[in-house]
């Protein structure tokens, strides 16, 4: 098995572990600025992903009169204008915007945690098919109770998806600069 690192010397990454830790921190900072103001951080997301519409937006535009034939035009073309109304919709709108990303949200945590379960089940006689039926139950449990506290949980929900990811990944930037350190 191949490895992302495998032609870098271990004393070149090594010798960045400094980079790696202030990397952590600021993530860790960032986390924790979110998670102080879960709003903004959640209008912060929801433009981001506005942002990432727009693109994809333009850039199926620009697709749909690459291809050939009207039938596959207008469908690229469809998709295209879709992704951009939903990017504006984004910007004009980011309170139903958040409202509509959370309600997506928790039925894929639902659907996921389901999904989960049932594989769990099915390697029942395997070793370690609990660790994957829990993961599964507390997934599609998160998925329930976001929905039971929708739309209401839709104003700080993505603000603390956001603040929880960047401060975890800074701890492990943290953990991996010291680890690669020594």
Not at 91 to 118: D, E, H, Q
Request: glycine residues 12%; aromatic residues 14%; proline residues 2%.
């Amino acid at each position: 098995m191949t490895s992302l690192f495998d032609g870098m010397p271990e004393s070149s990454l090594r010798s960045k572990w400094v980079w790696f830790v202030g990397l952590g921190v600021l993530l860790l900072i960032c986390g924790l600025i979110a998670l102080g103001n879960l709003l903004i951080a959640t209008v912060a997301s929801v433009f981001y992903v506005g942002m990432l519409m727009l693109a994809g937006g333009v850039i199926y535009l620009i697709h749909a009169f690459q291809v050939r034939g009207w039938d596959h035009v207008l469908f690229w073309a469809l998709s295209g204008v879709l992704y951009l109304l939903a990017g504006i919709c984004a910007f004009i709108n980011p309170i139903f915007t958040s409202a509509a990303l959370t309600l997506f949200l928790a039925v894929a945590l639902l659907v996921a945690g389901i999904f989960r379960l049932w594989v769990g089940m099915r390697m029942r006689p395997l070793k370690g098919w609990g660790w994957i039926t829990a993961s599964g139950f507390i997934t599609a449990l998160a998925g329930f109770v976001i929905a039971l506290g929708w739309p209401v949980n839709s104003l700080w929900i993505l603000g603390l998806f956001l603040a929880a990811d960047l401060i975890v990944q800074g701890w492990t930037m943290i953990g991996f600069g010291f680890g690669i350190r020594s």
